[in-house]
């Protein structure tokens, strides 16, 4: 299964996820770090993506040929994320055929009704249980 992360301003929460995915699931798994900035970028490679790209382009295409994008709900708001996710970025992932997993994370001027306060490593560890689902 090959698998985006996708995340922008420092990357720290890719960073998390990529790292938790890779103990997860050892080399089953080909990861993607698909960042809005080379930092993004760069952190979730340090976290331990097998590779990564940068920027709107990058974006644009890998979110084609993957089977699981993740990443924070903004990735599919356009001009969240300080404007770091461009119209085209958030259309690409929206139209993109795989599964999309999305932190429901209270930013970006969107609050998602009935979601409870829910600490990172919760909603990483839910990340977690998805993609058993899916892997098997």
């Known amino acids: 299964?090959?698998?985006?992360?996708?995340?922008?301003?420092?990357?720290?929460?890719?960073?998390?996820?990529?790292?938790?995915?890779?103990?997860?699931?050892?080399?089953?798994?080909?990861?993607?770090?698909?960042?809005?900035n080379s930092l993004a970028t760069s952190n979730m490679i340090k976290g331990g993506a097998h590779a990564g790209a940068t920027g709107e382009n990058?974006?644009?295409?890998?979110?084609?040929?993957?089977?699981?994008i993740i990443g924070p709900i903004a990735i599919i708001v356009a001009n969240a994320m300080m404007g770091e996710i461009t119209p085209v970025m958030a259309e690409a992932v929206a139209n993109?055929?795989?599964?999309?997993?999305?932190?429901?994370?209270?930013?970006?001027?969107?609050?998602?009704?009935?979601?409870?306060?829910?600490?990172?490593?919760k909603m990483i560890a839910s990340i977690i249980e998805e993609l058993n689902k899916h892997n098997n």
Do not use: Y
Request: charged share 25%; aromatic share 2%.
């Open 96 to 121: 993109s055929e795989a599964k999309k997993i999305l932190l429901p994370l209270n930013k970006c001027n969107i609050h998602i009704v009935g979601v409870s306060d829910v600490k990172i490593n």
């Open 58 to 68: 990058s974006i644009k295409v890998m979110s084609q040929k993957v089977d699981v």
């Open 1 to 36: 299964m090959k698998i985006a992360v996708i995340d922008g301003q420092g990357g720290g929460i890719g960073k998390a996820i990529v790292e938790s995915i890779r103990s997860n699931f050892k080399n089953d798994i080909e990861i993607i770090a698909l960042g809005t």
